[in-house]
């Protein structure tokens, strides 16, 4: 089983629509967690980190269950320009785990007018 | 400032060349790391280094050989490459965790794209 997992998609949205999706890790002992974009042929950004309460930036909303381990993201009103590969990274920190980060294999979202 | 600067953008070398990427950042964050993206896939972690010491290597072939000179700067050395070790090398950076958890976002720099022929 892979230590961080996520439906590919492609998820079609029409523009304005709500779309979510989740991603599922396997290592209880994980300690962060983040949604990055990835836009064909550049890096990854941050898209934000994910808290334990679930926190809000604009049209995104991310969650945390740690009971069922998965993290959410759900991206309201969308827009042409949200189109792009959603990575759901995982962090297992510390001096025994020597800070690592694992990507899921990403999502991707096609906003369609 | 959140940059994470890598040279070069893009590389093509021979099987039998010796060349270096370089990665530098300015954020004080003591953890630095080394991806490989092929396309159409996930960055695949290939070595972290925590306070300039390597604290992970993902069972990498010697032909690749990471150095961290000082807190700003990470290398990967190249050698004797094949062609499918061409892909895009993502260098990032974050704050070390102390096992915390706490604000270890990581920066990615753009990337070398690399072609082995």
């Known amino acids: 089983r892979k230590e961080v997992e996520q439906d590919p998609g492609p998820f079609n949205v029409p523009e304005g629509a709500t779309v979510a999706f989740n991603c599922t890790y396997s290592n209880s002992a994980s300690q962060s967690f983040f949604w990055y974009r990835q836009d064909c042929r550049k890096e990854p950004k941050l898209l934000m980190s994910?808290?334990?309460s679930g926190n809000e930036d604009g049209r995104f909303t991310a969650q945390l269950n740690r009971a069922s381990q998965y993290i959410s993201l759900l991206i309201r009103d969308s827009k042409l320009s949200d189109s792009a590969t959603y990575l759901c990274v995982v962090l297992k920190g510390g001096k025994a785990a020597g800070n690592k980060l694992t990507f899921g294999g990403g999502t991707r979202v096609l906003v369609k007018p | 400032d959140t940059e994470v600067t890598q040279t070069p953008k893009h590389l093509v070398m021979g099987m039998t060349n010796k060349k270096s990427l370089k990665c530098e950042q300015h954020?004080?964050?003591?953890?630095m790391y080394w991806y490989k993206q092929k396309a159409k896939k996930p960055p695949e972690l290939m070595f972290v280094y925590s306070y300039e010491k390597l604290s992970i290597n993902e069972s990498v072939p010697s032909r690749f050989s990471p150095e961290c000179p000082n807190s700003s700067l990470l290398n990967l050395h190249l050698h004797a490459l094949q062609p499918e070790d061409s892909a895009l090398y993502l260098c990032?950076?974050?704050?070390?965790?102390f096992g915390t958890g706490l604000n270890t976002e990581a920066f990615f720099g753009q990337g070398t794209r690399l072609t082995v022929v």
């Open positions: 990032a950076s974050s704050q070390e965790s």
């Open positions: 954020m004080g964050h003591r953890a």
């Open positions: 994910v808290y334990s």
